[in-house]
């Protein structure tokens, strides 16, 4: 595919917030960018998941598929689908995995659902090339409940949703040339009354972490509207909340598990650079065990069409209106890639917006 420029209609919008929202947050000024996207033909009637890597040469998504987790599509080999990181117990497969893409190198974390099997390292350019993957054995670190999300930190270590089953751990550091794993001091003072493994397993579940490749981290959880910046510089973690409104919650009838409540939001997307943070609030709350979009736009309602910016330091910058909804977001320099569905086809598309 031949890559043009984006053409993008930039609208301004200002708008005065004249109470704290839900999570509590001071009344701010909402800078609104309108953006019109580009349509990134990648040739394929493949069910996409995520996009975990994507450039203007190539693109790499998560894919729906019983043999490999992965897809890319490459402009020299005309955007033919690539399937890659085949499903099994060889050294360089995978039975379940997390994937994380920095600079050029897509890291991929291998585990069962309390089982780390190994860190997979593969060039971008080498994704047919398995002679240039690399694999860590982590398989020695034990008793750990994996989460949804893992990011790189400096130093061969990563951070990863989960923690020693039952106590009060939500994030773990993993140290890939120690081969340990040690307790991040974060546990979210929500009030609720439960057992750390039912606290534990509802701020695991589906909560993504992104590192700003230095000392803070994001943390978002899959529930809620819960979203803040953990500095980790010091032993005792500081926080700062760019939203703060805790998921809905008490221990589900196995005594273990967490059970959503009524009018629990669904939480959102986000992703983090190094430079910047974006947020995609879901405007959906739980109604009669389905969670139900206050503004439906024939999407799923787990789509969206706003991503709000901040800095690191949580101060809010803008939010852009993409001209289609989607259901999840890549950000490469001042591009965001978007997936999205063909509401008349039900094909995965991508499209990607300059910001």
Known sequence: MEFNHIFSNTLILLLILSSCSPSGRRERTVREIALEGEK???????????????DTNQLVASVLSPTNLLISYRKGENMAPYEFLRVGHG??????????????TLFVLSHASSELHKLIKIPVVAIRDVSRWKSTDISSIKGISIGSDFDVLPSASYIMTGGKFGTETVLTEISEREKNGNPVAFWPEDGCPVAPVTKQNMYI????????????????CGEGRYFSILDLSSESVSETFIYDEYPKYNVASDGINAERKPGSLLGGMVYATDSLVFLS????????????????????????????????????????????????????????????INNETFLSEVYRYRF
Do not use: H, Q
């Open 281 to 340: 609030p879901l405007n959906c709350r739980l109604v009669n065990a389905n969670y139900v979009p206050d503004n439906y736009k024939s999407y799923p309602p787990d789509y969206n069409d706003r991503i709000e910016v901040y800095d690191w330091n949580g101060t809010y910058i803008c939010t852009y209106v993409m001209d289609k909804p989607f259901g999840n977001f890549y950000v490469n320099g001042s591009v965001i890639y978007t997936l999205t």
């Open 40 to 54: 990134v033909n990648i040739t394929s009637d493949a069910s996409l998941y995520e996009i975990v890597y994507a």
């Open 91 to 104: 050294p360089l497969e995978v039975m379940s995995a997390n994937v994380k893409s920095r600079s050029d």
């Open 205 to 220: 579940r589906g909560a993504k972490v992104f590192s700003n490749g230095g000392s803070k981290v994001l943390y978002a």
